[in-house]
């Protein structure tokens, strides 16, 4: 089955550390985004790619960091340098340029 | 710059009543129109989208959605409710240019009660 996934679905970490979230598609998309969900707040973007090697910052990257190095794959990094990591993440991917985004399941990241 | 406001973030409707979700957005080219449904804990699903053409669009479960340029909306509707359609909505634009993401709304809450 084609689609996007997500791991783990459920992370806990301390305040302080750093924490990679995995997003992993198979759809042969060429974007891919990564959203923070708040409740009340929709979908805030944080960074996306159009291309391997190639990713720019959406509206909230401060505190977070990707990488693209393969097609399938899009990492995003939550750093010590953001403030309120506690939240769900979703990662999704877009074939062409005017078509709809398709979503992973989510990951729900919980500092303390 | 695009832009997209729900109206409403919760609406309570009964089992077999009509759902009408708002949506109004800011585009200052074409827009590309998307209704998004998410159940708790859960990614989003895609209902319906506009792109071109005809402008009342229908998706899954049921839900249609019509694009008004000169009202600048995209309403969901559905004519009768079921339990299972209790969940978030969400709508988003986006515009068919090189580099551009979905710009979301913050969402609209429905609960079907029996």
């Known amino acids: 089955d084609g689609g996007i996934t997500q791991s783990p679905k459920y992370l806990f970490r301390k305040e302080g550390q750093n924490v990679t979230l995995s997003c992993e598609q198979n759809l042969n998309h060429d974007a891919m985004y990564w959203y923070r969900q708040d409740p009340g707040q929709g979908l805030r973007l944080i960074y996306y790619?159009?291309?391997?090697?190639?990713?720019q910052k959406g509206d909230i990257a401060e505190g977070y960091s990707v990488s693209r190095e393969k097609k399938e794959s899009f990492p995003l990094t939550v750093t010590s340098a953001q403030k309120n990591p506690t939240a769900f993440y979703l990662c999704?991917?877009?074939?062409?340029?005017?078509?709809?985004?398709?979503f992973g399941p989510g990951t729900r990241l919980t500092v303390t | 710059a695009q832009s997209v406001t729900q109206l409403g973030s919760h609406v309570s409707v009964s089992e077999g009543a009509l759902v009408l979700l708002r949506c109004n957005y800011s585009?200052?080219?074409?827009?590309?129109l998307f209704w998004y449904v998410q159940y708790p804990n859960q990614g989003l699903q895609l209902l319906l989208k506009?792109?071109?053409?005809?402008?009342l669009v229908k998706g899954i479960n049921g839900f249609e959605a019509e694009f008004k340029k000169s009202e600048t909306s995209f309403h969901l509707t559905k004519p009768s409710a079921h339990m299972s359609d209790a969940a978030e909505y969400f709508c988003a634009v986006t515009a068919n240019q090189a580099g551009t993401a979905l710009i979301f709304g913050k969402g609209t809450t429905l609960s079907v009660s029996s």
């Open positions: 506009y792109t071109t053409g005809a402008t």
């Open positions: 790619s159009q291309i391997v090697n190639d990713f």
């Open positions: 999704a991917s877009k074939l062409t340029m005017t078509g709809e985004q398709y």
């Open positions: 585009s200052s080219v074409p827009p590309y």
